[in-house]
């Protein structure tokens, strides 16, 4: 858990990519936790990795139980999935 907490403040200090690389080092560990995913999640979105974002989100939902981090989950997903179609020329 700390060493996830400080990838998310690695991610304010140096950037998404290095707190992708330290997130993705947990996993291992961390991969049957929801927020792991959705950790995972956040920092792919703002890499502009769309489908592997939404695929992290989709598996944080997936494993999330607590109905309040499930309502949030399920808005993330679709929130990236909207992004994550292309838009028309002109749209």
Do not use: C, I, K, Q
């Not at 700390?2 to 993705?24: H, M």
């Not at 939404?54 to 989950?73: G, S």
């Amino acid at each position: 858990m700390v060493l996830l907490n400080r990838a998310v403040a690695t991610r304010f200090v140096l950037g998404p990519a290095p707190a992708l690389d330290e997130v993705e080092r947990l996993g291992d560990r961390l991969a049957g936790y929801h927020l792991w995913h959705a950790t995972r999640a956040d920092l792919l979105a703002a890499l502009d990795r769309r489908s592997e974002a939404v695929a992290a989100a989709e598996r944080a939902l997936d494993l999330a139980t607590n109905p309040a981090e499930r309502e949030l989950m399920s808005r993330r997903v679709g929130e990236l999935r909207r992004r994550e179609r292309p838009r028309r020329p002109g749209a």
